[in-house]
C-alpha cells in the first residue's frame, strides 16, 4: 500500500514537472532574415517597451499588482545589467514564449502572451534597434512576490491555460482590421489592461476590452468596445485622432497610464492608427 | 394661502439649485471656467478635425476665451480648497505651486500667441492653435487627478 502511494506520489511530482516545463524555441527554428532597425524602431513604439522599460532601458519601473511588485528589468545591450549578448533566439524565447535564456519562466506582468503573436521579422527587427541602445549598468531589484507566487514553476501550468497565438477576433474580414488586430493584440497589448482578469490573473476574453480595474488599485482603465456606454459615440476618427492628439471627441485630454500609450502610438503612422480604430469598431460590444 | 405655501416651496425646492449655479465656491468657479475652456478647445478641435467648417470669426472667440481664461483661472486654487465638490485639482498643484503656476503661463503665452496670430484660414489655425492644445495637455498630466 505504501509502496503504491510513493508511486503515485512520484508519478504525480513527475506529471507537474513535465507539465510546468518551459516550452523553448530552437535555435534552429529561428529564422534567416535580414534585420532592419529602423523598422524596429517602429516596433519598440508599437510595443510600447519604453512605457514599462523607461525611455532609455535601463528599467527599474514599479509595477504594483495584486500579486505582488515587478521591477521591471533593464533591457539594455549591458552585457551583464541589461541583455546584451542575447542570441536571437534567447530574444525570441523571452519575447514569444516567456522564458528568460537560464531557462526560467517569466512572469506575465511581461505582456509576452501578446507578444507571442508577433511576426519574425518584427521580432528580428525590433532586437537589431535594441541592440542600438546605449548599455546601461542599472541593477534592478527583485521581484516582490509572496508564496505561491514567487514558485515560477507554477507559472508553466498558467502558460498552458493563458499562453496561445490564437487571435482573440478570429474574425477579421478586411486588411485594415487585420493590421489593426495585429497593433492591437499583438505589439500594443491593450488587452492587458483594457481586459478584465479572471482570479489567476488570466485575461477573461468573453469580455475582450470590456475596461478592468488598475493593477495598482487606483482607477479603471475604460471599456474600449464599441458598446454604446463606451466607445459606441466614437467615430473610427475620433478614435485615431485621440491616438494622435491624447484629445477626445469633447476635446478632454488623455489622462493615468494612457497618456505613454498614446504618445507611443503618435508616433505610428496614420493608417496604422485608423487600422486600429477599424478594430476597435470590429470588436464585439461588451457592457462595462 | 396655499399660493404662498406653495411658492415657498417651489423657492426653497429651488435654492440648492440657484447656489450651485452660482458657483460660490473657488471649486466650482474653476470648474465652470474650464468647462469654458474646454468648448472653446472643442469649437476650435472641430474644425482642425474637418468635422466643423472653419470660421474665423468664431474661432478668435474661441481663442479669447483661452487668453482671458488664464489669469482669472490662477486665482481660483487658494488654500482650503484642496478637495470637495468632486474636484479633479491634484494636490500638487499646492505641492508645486511653482510648477503650477508655470504652466499656467505657458497656456497664457500659447493662447495670447494665437489671438495676435489671428487666423483667417485652417491652414493658420493648426499652428496657432496646436501649442495651446499641449499646454492642455501637458498641465492635466501633472495637475489634474487622472479618472
Not at chain 1, 508519478?11 to 524555441?25: E, G
Not at chain 1, 497565438?165 to 493584440?185: I, N
Not at chain 1, 478632454?252 to 503612422?269: C, P
Request: contains cysteine; negative net charge.
Amino acid at each position: 500500500m505504501l509502496k503504491k502511494i510513493v508511486i503515485l506520489a512520484v508519478l504525480v511530482a513527475l506529471a507537474a514537472w513535465l507539465a510546468t516545463r518551459p516550452r523553448t524555441i530552437d535555435p534552429s527554428d529561428v529564422p534567416d532574415l535580414a534585420a532592419d532597425p529602423v523598422h524596429g524602431e517602429w516596433v519598440f513604439h508599437a510595443g510600447g517597451c519604453a512605457s514599462c522599460h523607461g525611455a532609455d532601458l535601463s528599467g527599474g519601473h514599479e509595477m504594483t499588482t495584486p500579486f505582488g511588485v515587478f521591477h521591471v528589468p533593464n533591457i539594455t545591450p549591458h552585457p551583464q545589467a541589461g541583455i546584451g549578448g542575447w542570441t536571437l533566439a534567447e530574444f525570441a524565447n523571452a519575447m514569444l514564449r516567456g522564458v528568460g535564456p537560464d531557462g526560467r519562466h517569466y512572469y506575465p506582468a511581461f505582456p509576452y502572451t501578446a507578444y507571442t503573436r508577433m511576426t519574425w521579422q518584427d521580432l528580428i527587427d525590433l532586437k537589431a534597434w535594441l541592440d542600438t541602445f546605449e548599455p546601461s549598468a542599472h541593477r534592478v531589484a527583485r521581484h516582490e512576490l509572496p508564496f505561491p507566487w514567487n514558485v515560477r514553476r507554477g507559472i508553466g501550468l498558467w502558460k498552458r491555460l493563458y499562453l496561445n497565438t490564437d487571435w482573440v477576433l478570429a474574425e477579421a474580414t478586411t486588411a485594415e482590421v487585420q493590421r489593426g488586430r495585429y497593433l492591437v493584440e499583438a505589439l500594443g497589448h491593450c488587452g492587458e489592461c483594457h481586459t478584465p482578469r479572471d482570479r489567476f490573473g488570466g485575461l477573461d476574453t468573453a469580455a475582450w476590452l470590456a475596461g478592468a480595474p488598475e493593477p495598482a488599485g487606483e482607477g479603471r482603465a475604460p471599456d474600449i468596445t464599441p458598446h454604446a456606454a463606451a466607445l459606441g459615440g466614437w467615430s473610427a476618427r475620433d478614435i485615431a485622432y485621440y491616438l494622435e492628439t491624447g484629445f477626445t471627441p469633447e476635446f478632454d485630454t488623455v489622462g493615468g497610464s494612457m497618456v505613454d500609450v498614446q504618445e507611443n502610438l503618435a508616433r505610428l503612422t496614420d493608417a496604422d492608427r485608423a487600422a486600429i480604430a477599424a478594430y476597435l469598431k470590429a470588436v464585439p460590444p461588451v457592457a462595462p | 394661502m396655499v399660493r404662498k405655501v406653495l411658492l415657498a416651496t417651489l423657492a426653497l425646492a429651488l435654492f440648492p439649485v440657484a447656489v450651485a449655479a452660482a458657483g460660490d465656491s473657488p471649486q466650482e468657479a474653476r470648474h465652470d471656467l474650464m468647462e469654458d475652456v474646454g468648448g472653446a478647445a472643442k469649437t476650435i478641435g472641430k474644425m482642425l478635425k474637418e468635422e466643423a467648417p472653419f470660421d474665423a470669426a468664431q474661432a478668435m472667440e474661441a481663442l479669447q476665451v483661452w487668453a482671458d481664461a488664464a489669469e482669472p483661472f490662477g486665482t481660483l486654487f487658494p488654500e482650503g480648497s484642496e478637495t470637495g465638490y468632486d474636484t479633479e485639482a491634484r494636490s500638487t498643484i499646492w505641492t508645486d505651486r511653482a510648477g503650477f503656476e508655470e504652466a499656467l503661463a505657458a497656456f497664457k503665452e500659447k493662447a495670447d500667441a494665437a489671438v495676435a496670430a489671428n487666423p483667417q484660414t485652417l491652414a493658420e489655425l493648426q499652428p496657432a492653435a496646436g501649442p495651446v492644445f499641449k499646454t492642455c495637455k501637458a498641465c492635466h498630466e501633472s495637475y489634474r487627478v487622472d479618472d
